[in-house]
């Protein structure tokens, strides 16, 4: 079975400055994806970013950025110079390679101050 | 733009009423599943489907039954609605190939209250 795990219920940064989202999982995968999903209030539950177990080097998409450590399990989310637009929930979820079902944290709040 | 439509998005509904859940997608995705959200927004899969007239039981025990008799269709129905079955269902499909690549798309959800 497999395991997300989000320790953070709630993160608050100031608006222009940085936030780390924690996340650790437990697989007995060698070879699966990592996903951060995010969710504002009301809407649609996007894709952030996502990560292959077997790449050694961190994802980027824009602002946002990965610390992908696979010997610890560990997939944290960095929000660089955070945006109002930022505000929402963030999902860590984990797939093995030929899987069908994600495995879902329970989520981390961010609040964005102005 | 979503390519996954859930409808309606808001619900009110007295108990014991039946419902059905709407949710459609317009990418050709043969796996689809409906989640149910928690007020703590925690994510519970309640039932997914392989294909068509394959539908599948999720983790997560639910009252609600789910039929898949074409690709693009994928409803849910409760028969008879209680105050318990108030929450977000949130609907989602993957790609046919590279579900673990790709992840899933979700649809905007819908909130169901039941009175």
């Known amino acids: 079975a497999q395991t997300v795990t989000q320790s953070q219920p709630e993160m608050s940064v100031q608006e222009a400055e940085t936030v780390t989202l924690s996340c650790t999982y437990d697989t007995s995968e060698s070879d699966y994806y990592l996903f951060w999903y995010k969710q504002p209030p009301s809407r649609q539950m996007i894709l952030v970013i996502r990560?292959?177990?077997?790449?050694?080097q961190n994802a980027t998409e824009n602002r946002f950025s990965v610390n992908f450590q696979k010997a610890a399990k560990s997939f944290s989310l960095k929000i660089s110079d955070s945006q109002l637009g930022d505000a929402a929930m963030y999902f860590c979820a984990l797939i093995k390679a030929a899987g069908n079902k994600l495995t879902f944290g329970g989520g981390t709040r961010v609040l964005v101050k102005p | 733009e979503a390519d996954i439509y859930q409808t309606p998005r808001y619900l009110v509904i007295g108990t014991g009423k039946k419902i059905t859940l709407e949710c459609s997608q317009t990418m050709g995705h043969d796996k689809m599943y409906w989640y149910q959200q928690d007020p703590g927004m925690e994510l519970h899969l309640i039932h997914y489907?392989?294909?068509?007239?394959?539908?599948e039981k999720g983790d997560l025990s639910s009252e609600s039954t789910v039929s898949r008799i074409r690709t693009e269709h994928f409803p849910l129905t409760l028969e008879s609605a209680r105050p318990s079955h108030t929450s977000q269902y949130l609907c989602?499909?993957?790609?046919?190939?590279?579900?673990?690549?790709?992840?899933?798309?979700f649809g905007s959800g819908t909130r169901l209250t039941v009175v």
């Open positions: 990560q292959e177990a077997y790449k050694q």
């Open positions: 489907s392989y294909g068509v007239n394959s539908t």
């Open positions: 989602a499909s993957s790609e046919p190939t590279g579900t673990g690549r790709y992840g899933y798309t």
